[in-house]
């Protein structure tokens, strides 16, 4: 089956524009995660869904940065006010959001550049 | 705080085994997962361990020890595509989130 979408795959915008990334996670997962990926750094995790609510949103850096998920399916990651340092691949995953195993699948990112 | 460490960088030779290590001090600890991601690709996933003990999956294996806080991947008889980061990720206590390293980048050479 598919895997996890994202798009754009590239975004370039300025410095103040707002930008939305989206998601699609892969069929039947329950639980769907964001996480931002900067040049010589680890996944920084961002926020965690299960089904459309957000138990964990500990990752968001600024309040600059929303997410909400729609139909316990696709997500879409705000960033309001771009600035420089948001400059990062943006990955989103999924799983099915149980079971000791669980196991997140990743999507190929959206790289954000902010000019 | 979460503390993950691995070496930034190794090399060996097509053909070779080589072992990446990773040391991990977390507050809490539910499962350690290994991933691929070679260079602008999504990170794939390759072992999880929760329990101590060796778990081999084909030329990949994973090691854990819990008690250490430490854990290895072990890649047999490289080839060239296994050239790509490799990223330790544990999963501590409560949500589902994962606390990644920076990741090994490993070059494999003919």
């Given at each position: 089956g598919a895997g996890v979408s994202q798009s754009p795959s590239n975004k370039v915008t300025e410095k103040g524009k707002d930008v939305e990334l989206r998601c699609d996670p892969i069929s039947g997962h329950t639980a769907l995660y964001w996480y931002r990926q900067s040049l010589g750094q680890g996944l920084e995790f961002l926020i965690y869904f299960q089904g459309n609510s957000?138990?964990?949103?500990?990752?968001?850096?600024?309040?600059?940065f929303s997410a909400e998920r729609t139909g316990g399916s696709v997500s879409t990651l705000t960033i309001q006010r771009?600035?420089?340092?948001?400059s990062a691949v943006y990955l989103c995953a999924s799983s099915?959001?149980?079971?000791?195993?669980?196991t997140q699948y990743f999507g190929p990112g959206t790289r954000l550049t902010v000019l | 705080g979460q503390n993950i460490d691995q070496p930034t960088e190794m090399t060996a030779t097509e053909g070779a085994i080589v072992q990446i290590n990773c040391t991990y001090q977390t507050s809490g600890f539910n499962g350690l997962f290994w991933y691929q991601q070679h260079a602008g690709e999504a990170p794939t996933f390759l072992s999880y361990n929760v329990l101590d003990g060796l778990e081999e999956k084909g030329r990949f294996s994973s090691f854990l020890s819990r008690s250490k806080g430490y854990s290895y991947l072990l890649l047999k008889?490289?080839?060239?595509?296994?050239s790509a980061s490799y990223l330790c990720a544990v999963r501590t206590t409560g949500f589902q989130k994962l606390v990644f390293g920076t990741g090994t980048r490993l070059l494999v050479s003919p």
């Open positions: 957000a138990p964990d949103k500990s990752g968001l850096p600024s309040d600059r771009t600035q420089q340092e948001d099915l959001g149980r079971g000791f195993t669980d | 008889e490289l080839q060239m595509k296994d």
